[in-house]
């Protein structure tokens, strides 16, 4: 079946890798990628699919309410994969009005559009909007997110994300829009902007800097490679049911500080260093406020309703992500030269 589907956020980290796995596997339907490109949103990560045929660029911002309704009459979108945010939290502790704006009111643009254009028949329509497992708050020592989780987000970055989901599924609710809502643990691959964990501390490494770990580093997050992340959301696309929230995890929990070493470990002898010479740069800073404790995400309705499992280890996954900064020193370079060396000064400076 052809389709229309616009996807947002796609110059980002994890949209990037949807938009590329889409226009892949399915040259029968036409991607539109609508991004504000802000500092997160980079055209580069992209360059190899952006002749294709089926693929349109669309630079433009989720809060234009104008604009949005415009491209909406324009290219009639039968489906939305709605990526774009604010991403960061450290960055939502700094200007939480900024995730209001985008994560929230750009959401409800996007909803009301939507819903404008389609409400006179919803069928095979779908407003697909990808969240995280943030809305859950945080977990102690044991237990996992499922999706009966009660919301309890802690940062302004999760409560932005959480008022989001409550719109998507209260628009479901009240005027039948079809929606399905995917909460997803941490990702890490090729093209993350190096203000997250594992590209920051790459990064670092690289160039000697301190690797900054907040507080005592006994913090947990479980880790799912990035394109695992794009065919969860494929499979999620094409066979999730309507009006259904999905799960979608790694089983994969690391603390900080053990990922952390175990990154060194392998940048010591990408790099022909001395074995430890990375790990002598890891430095405790203040740590994050309201820091999550834990995040651990039960996975298994999306593996036994639909089919999904991760399909890359997180040793491969590492390995295959440090050769990507290795090889791709010039990304780096771009993405860390101008405003990123101020917000680095701004964000660890104390
Ligand atoms: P990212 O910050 O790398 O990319 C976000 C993209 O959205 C950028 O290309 C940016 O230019 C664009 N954007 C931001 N504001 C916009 C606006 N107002 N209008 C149009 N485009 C705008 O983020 P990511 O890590 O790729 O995350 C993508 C989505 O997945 C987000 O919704 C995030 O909440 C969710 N998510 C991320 C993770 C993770 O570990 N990174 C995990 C679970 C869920
Ligand atoms: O769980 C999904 C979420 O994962 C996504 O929704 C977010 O978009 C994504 O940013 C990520 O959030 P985290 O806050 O968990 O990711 P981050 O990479 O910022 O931090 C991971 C852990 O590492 C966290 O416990 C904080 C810690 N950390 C992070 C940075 C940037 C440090 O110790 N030092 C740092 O410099």
Redesign the pocket.
Known sequence: MKKKILI????????SHVVRLFLNKYPNYDIYN?????Y???LENLTDIENVKNYTFIK????DEVFIYKIFSKYKFDSVI???????VDRSITDPLAFV???VI?TMILLNAFKDYWSSNFENKLFYH????EVYGTLSETGLFTEETPYNPNSPYSSS?ASSDHFVRAYGETYNLPYIIS?????YGQN??PE?LIPLFINNIINNKPLPVYGDGNYTRDWLYVKD?ATAIDTIFHNGLNNETYNIGGFNEWKNLDLVKLLCGHMDVKLKRTPKKSEALITFVKDRPGHDLRYAIDASKIKRELGWEPSVTFEEGLKITIDWYLDNNKWLQNVTSGLYQSYYEKQYRK
Not at 8 to 15: K, L, R, S
Not at 34 to 38: E, F, I, Q, S, Y
Not at 60 to 63: A, K, L
């Open positions: 947002t956020g796609g110059a980002g980290f994890i949209g609508l991004d504000a490109l802000t997160a949103g980079n433009g911002d989720i809060t709605h990526l774009a945010a604010e991403s960061h704006k985008t994560n750009g990808i969240s995280t497992d994300k909460n997803c643990s941490n990702n993350q902007f997250k992340h």
